[in-house]
Structure formats: structure tokens, C-alpha cells
RNA sequence: CGCGGGGUAGAGCAGUUGGUAGCUCGUCGGGCUCAUAACCCGGAGGUCGUGUGGUUCAAGUCCCACCCCCGCAA
């Protein structure tokens, strides 16, 4: 069993895996923590720590928030730890030579997408925006590129037809966990053989951007809900009201069936359902929520003369 | 001290220049119909975020303080 294990994560889905290794290391291994630095993020922009950097303190264990790693005064903190294995699950810094060449088993990565497709920021949202039906999370041993490093273990899984985003998600989280949780011992014992990634088939998840987020009606139903549901909950599409010309998130949607008459974007009934008319047929807005409001059914906009047939979303 | 929107029946909203509150939906009861997410009739349900606060003859509506929710930006 490892006794000296860094983990270096950011966020919910390192929090899973940090959490895991923390149950199965026991009290007996020394696990230290490195996270972003907490930062002033939020209404009132108050500085607000990570929820691993809670989940350490939390824990009692050691937590490290360098700025960055290339820092001399970091690269000696790192060093002196004379970690045995370095896990790294979205940390959100590069690691610099140093770190991946100092623990004995090197520096291993859990990354929520089956590479070499989808390496980078954002793979969950991205494959799920590409409308793919099959991810998965891919374990790998790092090196100096971003998520380029040979594979050791990979776990596949089907992606729902209405699964959205955090959904898919929370099961990588979960996946993920166990996947390095099942291969800590084989990692120990060298049994697990790298396989080297096949360049031809390495695709990049760049980070999701405002633009990414937008709303286009002019697009094929399909391509409509895959985009709500790449990006549901968080950090959710929108469209434009045309009325007020204010921002309204679309949490959830379905595919209307029938064809409508009208333009892109235009609500073209409210009853039974709210439906917009799209490129090749019309969806059906579920759960939506409009600039400044909380979260409601679509149908309770209608109640609330949000929305009539007529208003146009753009 | 980042910018901005909002807190009114179970839900979503309206409430004009201050005069004790309305709409859509839901809910309950009744009716019509082969039937219904449709329609008709009727009912219940609100100390209008909090404050033994201020102004006023009178405040959801103006002023003050505080709490909470949300969008942007990070």
C-alpha cells in the first residue's frame, strides 16, 4: 500500500476521486492536497475557496495552493514531499517536468473522456454537444503535454438520450473514482502497461465560451437539444427574448413531434406545450429560467405572460 | 465596497399619480361531453420578504434599515 500520495484536483469531479483515495489510503498513508488558490469569484466578489481546498481542511490534511508550480518556492515544496504517486484529476495547472519526474510512480491522471478523443478542458460537456452516445473516463500516466500521456486503464459508458450534462457528470465522477481506485495496486505493482495514445484520433475539448452557449433555433432539432443538454446545469445555454431583449436559460428541453409552421425561434404554441419552432421541426422547453428569476416550467412563464405564441427567441 | 433584476394566494405574474388586492395555471365541488390536456358554473386559498420602523387621515404602492433569491462579470 502507497503511503505518500499528493493529489493535485480542482472541483467537484477531483473532489469524488480525492474522496475516494482518502477512504481507501487510510489513516496510516500521508495524502496531501493541491488545489487552486481560492479566488474572488461570485455575487459580491468575496474570495471563496475550491471544495476540495473545504474537503482538506476538513480532513485535517495538508493542502498546498501555490499560484503557480514554476515557482522555485514551489517546485522545493513539492520536492520535499517525496511523494510515492502523484494523482491529478482537473487541476487546472500544468504540471512542470519536476513534478511528473519525482514520485516513483510518476504522475497519473483521471480524465472524464476516452482519449485520445477529447482532451483538454472540457470533455463532458463537449462530447455531449457533439452528440456522441459513448464516453468514458480514461486513466493515464502523465507527461508533458495536455493529456497526451500514454493510457493505463479506461472505462467506457453509453451516454443516456436525455442525459444532460451534470448528470453525465456526476456518473464520471463516479466512474473515475473507481477506476483509479481498482488500478492504485496495479499502478504499484507495474502491472499496468501504457499504452501510448493514437495521435489520429485525438480531438481537443476546449473550454466552453459564451458563444458556445448561445442558442441557435436556425439549427436542426437535434443539434437544439444537444446543445441544452451539453450544457445543463451548468453553465447552461440561452437565447434571447425579443421583447425585452433579455437572456432566458433553457434547462431542458424535448423534441416536439409534428411539423410547424413559422420562423426560427418563434413560439408557436404555448398548450399543452411551449413549443419553438426550429431548422427541421420544433422543441418542446421544459425547464427554463429567465434573466433575474429562478428556475421554472416553461408553462408557468406562459402563466406568468412570459412567453405567447408569437414571441420570437433568438 | 464590482454591475444589475427581484421578493404580492400552491406556481408564474399584474397592481396605473398612495384609498385595505387582481390575472393565468393548479386545487376542491358541480355540470356538459363517447371522451379530453377542451368548455361552463361555483368555492377555498394572501398578516403584499422582515422591522412594536418613518411619512400620511390612509401604504403592496413613498422613505429608511436588514434578510433572502436570481442574471452579468470573475
Not at 495552493?65 to 517546485?75: D, G, I, M, V
Not at 487546472?92 to 504522475?107: E, M, R, S, T
Not at 484520433?201 to 451539453?230: H, M
Not at 433579455?246 to 409534428?258: D, L, P
Amino acid at each position: 500500500m502507497m503511503r505518500n500520495v499528493v493529489f493535485m484536483g480542482t472541483g467537484p469531479f477531483a473532489l469524488c476521486a480525492l474522496e475516494g483515495l482518502w477512504q481507501t489510503l487510510g489513516s496510516d498513508a500521508t495524502l496531501t492536497v493541491y488545489t487552486k488558490e481560492a479566488k474572488k469569484a461570485g455575487r459580491g466578489m468575496k474570495e471563496k475557496d475550491g471544495c476540495v481546498a473545504e474537503f482538506a481542511r476538513e480532513k485535517g490534511l495538508p493542502l498546498y495552493q501555490p499560484h503557480t508550480l514554476r515557482s522555485e518556492e514551489a517546485k522545493a515544496d513539492f520536492l520535499a514531499l517525496e511523494a510515492e504517486l502523484c494523482v491529478v484529476a482537473s487541476y487546472g495547472l500544468i504540471l512542470p517536468k519536476y513534478v511528473l519526474d519525482a514520485p516513483k510512480y510518476g504522475c497519473v491522471c483521471v480524465h472524464a473522456s476516452l482519449l485520445p478523443a477529447y482532451r483538454g478542458a472540457a470533455p463532458i460537456h463537449r462530447v455531449i454537444l457533439d452528440g456522441k452516445r459513448k464516453t468514458g473516463v480514461t486513466l493515464m500516466q502523465m507527461d508533458e503535454g495536455i493529456d497526451t500521456g500514454a493510457m493505463l486503464a479506461t472505462v467506457e459508458t453509453e451516454i443516456g438520450e436525455t442525459e444532460c450534462v451534470g448528470e453525465l457528470f456526476d456518473r464520471l465522477a463516479v466512474l473515475g473514482r473507481d477506476l483509479l481506485l481498482s488500478n492504485l495496486e496495479k499502478l504499484e505493482n507495474g502491472s499496468l502497461i501504457p499504452t501510448p495514445q493514437d495521435e489520429a484520433g485525438a480531438s481537443y475539448a476546449a473550454k466552453i465560451t459564451a458563444e458556445d452557449q448561445k442558442l441557435t433555433f436556425e439549427e436542426p432539432t437535434d443539434q437544439v437539444l444537444c446543445r441544452i443538454r451539453g450544457l445543463s446545469p451548468v453553465p447552461c445555454a440561452y437565447c434571447i427574448t425579443a421583447k425585452d431583449g433579455k437572456k432566458m436559460k433553457i434547462y431542458s428541453a424535448k423534441r416536439a413531434e409534428g411539423s410547424f409552421e413559422g420562423a426560427c425561434g418563434e413560439v408557436v404554441a404555448v398548450k399543452p406545450e411551449v413549443l419553438v419552432k426550429t431548422a427541421d421541426g420544433a422543441v418542446a422547453l421544459e425547464l427554463i429560467q429567465p434573466e433575474g428569476k429562478g428556475r421554472m416550467a416553461a408553462r408557468d412563464a406562459v402563466n406568468g405572460r412570459r412567453l405567447a405564441v408569437g414571441d420570437l427567441l433568438s
